[in-house]
């Protein structure tokens, strides 16, 4: 096949790569680099994916750079995933974060994603086999949180991303199926009480992506996502925490700035509520020992709604800490899509 339509199998094969995956109608059919939509940390996923009031750990680098404020520990997490193991098995999703506090100036974090798009197989213009080549996506991140007022925190994060679909161009095209962007995550938590927070987060805000073709460059999946995270219950050995989420795309095929504007306003407004993926999840501990948050087991359970992509999922997680390590691990049903009966791990470390 030839490099231009070799990209367009691997971004719809990408598009596939995000827990929110589209019908081709929807606003992430005109992005590139889908695999930034992908949430890391088993214990989010768990809870329906519900983390940008809650990121206390190190992937607040990705939900919500302002968690990153107040987090006393140094904290390493690292994310696995087989993925759509039922369409390929070379095609993982591995992502590493470390954050620490810096006494007076708030905290630091950093995390790298890959997505790994497994080996394909290259083909001339008349279907002969010429080899096979990697593909793969990356991101490197930094972040910094801090407390900008009385129980309210910022952050900000900035991002380059890496993305190789093909090594060489076929035919008479030239160049490399290869491009490279960059972006800004914006983050705001309020902790309205003790029990109450609120977050808000802009991710992927940034330029478009080109491969071949400047002029087909596409943009980045940039979106808004507003939580609230409720702890319903605490006691010496048992507690409760609820969170619920609301995503809204922010994808325009204008300049990156004016699409938080025009992103708004390009469908009718009932359009525009459909486009709105709403989560809601929950997560019950039992204390293993007296100290709070040092050993514990976790029950998790949640639910995503993607209306325009007509996709229903219930997610189920499990988690154990003890002392400093923390594992995680979460179940997403995804019935009839490619995500179905999907498995995502993950190791947290508090130091």
């Not at 939509?37 to 206390?56: F, H, N, Q, W």
């Not at 098995?89 to 630091?108: H, K, R, T």
């Not at 309020?190 to 087909?216: C, E, H, M, S």
């Not at 407004?269 to 709105?276: I, Y």
Request: aromatic letters at 10%; a negative charge.
């Amino acid at each position: 096949m030839t490099t231009r339509r070799m990209i367009a199998a691997l971004a719809a094969l990408a598009c596939l790569a995000s827990t929110t995956e589209r019908a081709s109608a929807t606003p992430e059919s005109r992005a590139a680099v889908l695999f930034l939509l992908i949430k890391p940390g088993a214990r989010a996923s768990g809870m329906g994916e519900t983390y940008v009031a809650i990121a206390d750990d190190a992937t607040a680098t990705y939900f919500n750079p302002a968690a990153l404020a107040g987090q006393g520990q140094r904290k390493l997490n690292f994310t696995h995933q087989k993925w759509l193991p039922g369409l390929a098995d070379d095609m993982s999703y591995e992502f590493l974060a470390y954050s620490q506090p810096l006494e007076g100036w708030g905290n630091v974090g950093l995390h790298g994603t890959l997505m790994n798009l497994g080996e394909q197989i290259r083909t001339g213009e008349r279907s002969e086999v010429l080899g096979t080549f990697s593909s793969y996506d990356l991101a490197f991140s930094g972040a910094y949180g801090a407390d900008i007022g009385e129980n309210l925190a910022a952050g900000i994060g900035l991002k380059f991303i890496r993305s190789h679909l093909a090594d060489q161009g076929a035919g008479i095209e030239r160049g490399k199926g290869t491009g490279s962007s960059f972006a800004a995550d914006l983050g705001l938590l309020w902790r309205a009480t003790p029990v109450l927070a609120f977050g808000a987060a802009l991710r992927n805000l940034g330029p478009k992506i080109n491969y071949i073709d400047p002029r087909q460059a596409d943009p980045l999946p940039q979106h808004i996502v507003v939580g609230a995270a409720y702890d319903l219950m605490e006691t010496e050995y048992h507690s409760v925490l609820l969170s619920a989420d609301v995503y809204k795309p922010l994808i325009d095929d204008g300049h990156f700035a004016r699409s938080l504007v025009t992103a708004w306003v390009d469908e009718p407004l009932g359009n525009e509520f459909k486009e709105m993926d709403l989560h809601a999840g929950g997560e019950y501990r039992y204390g293993l020992s007296a100290v709070k948050d040092e050993s514990f087991l976790a029950l998790r359970a949640g639910y995503s709604l993607d209306y325009d992509g007509e996709l229903q999922s219930p997610t189920f997680g499990l988690g154990l800490k003890y002392t400093m390590l923390q594992v995680d691990v979460a179940y997403m049903t995804g019935e009839d899509t490619p995500l179905q009966d999907s498995t995502r791990f993950s190791l947290n470390l508090y130091f």
